[in-house]
């Protein structure tokens, strides 16, 4: 869910699934932060299992119709549906210890009959065309890489991995604290 910041701070977080409700708070969030001045920087924080490619599709056509600059940072785990947020922004970040997980999309529609369940999958189809589609013009991989890559099983890439396939742009470097173990 997303969590209230003040408004000051300009920080949208996305942490949790990415559901109906995540997605109505981020977009009145980012709709608040854009009125309040249209030129300034938004920063969306996305610690995300994934979830609701309708909701998915819902927040990043908001991400891209305001327009805010978006500094989109992954931190902890970027999954499934929230990789395509954290690439979508126009300034992308990552933690170093931060895992991304990307796969093909997946549906449990209704289980209805076989009709209804062919012309589910159809949909289906179209949204995984789009996603793929979008992911390819942010990482400037070819469609047709994104789908060979993201049909296999779940991948797991690192911080790094993430950079290297374009889904960011950089790795955040943390600062040493004292009392940090010596190696």
Known sequence: MTEK?????RIVNVFGDIEDEMATEFIDEMLELSFESPSKEITVYINSEGGSMYSMFAMHDIMRKLT????????????????LLMAAGDKRSITPNTHV????????????????????????KVLKNEMYQ??????????????????????????????????????????????????
């Open 101 to 124: 997980m990307v796969h093909e999309p997946s549906y449990f529609g209704p289980e209805n009959k076989v009709g209804q369940w062919e012309r589910e999958l159809d949909h289906l």
């Open 68 to 83: 805010n600059p978006i500094h989109t940072i992954g931190i902890g785990r970027v999954m499934s549906a929230a990789v």
């Open 134 to 183: 979008l992911l390819a013009s942010y990482t400037g991989q070819t469609t047709e890489k994104i789908e060979l890559d993201l049909n296999a099983q779940d991948k797991y890439i690192s911080a790094k991995e993430a950079v290297e396939y374009g889904l960011t742009d950089n790795i955040i470097k943390l600062y040493p604290k004292a009392g940090k173990p010596k190696s």
């Open 5 to 9: 910041n003040t408004k000051s701070s």
